[in-house]
Nanobody, 115 residues
Framework: QVQLVESGGGLVQAGGSLRLSCAASVSTLSIDFMRWYRQPPGNERELLAARTSMGSSAYADSVTGRFTISRDNATNTAHLHMNSLKPEDSAVYYC?????????WGQGTQVTVSS
């Protein structure tokens, strides 16, 4: 299992930016997929972005052009760079990894966007 610790959430005004971080307990070179999800209150968890070990990325339509996922293999960290934030982006954001047949989750970090 991979231990994950998210950080970087907080309160930001609409139009602002945040960078979320997800620190992994193992080398990210050994992780097949690193992904970011979010879950607003009373809603399903939504997949936002994914990045493979080969460097390919994919995004949900709701964040394309505003969010960017990156992996820093030197520090075993994934980031989610969020720009042009909207109040509807408010949610708990989770990091998820797939390593072999194992899926791991972080504890989540709250992002609140005020209008």
């Amino acid at each position: 299992q991979v231990q994950l610790v998210e950080s970087g959430g907080g309160l930001v005004q609409a139009g602002g930016s945040l960078r979320l971080s997800c620190a992994a307990s193992v080398s990210t070179l050994s992780i097949d997929f690193m992904r970011w999800y979010r879950q607003p209150p009373g809603n399903e968890r939504e997949l936002l972005a994914a990045r493979t070990s080969m460097g390919s990325s994919a995004y949900a339509d709701s964040v394309t052009g505003r969010f960017t996922i990156s992996r820093d293999n030197a520090t075993n960290t994934a980031h989610l760079h969020m720009n042009s934030l909207k109040p509807e982006d408010s949610a708990v954001y989770y990091c998820n990894t797939i390593k072999g047949r194992y899926s791991s989750w972080g504890q989540g970090t709250q992002v609140t966007v005020s209008s």
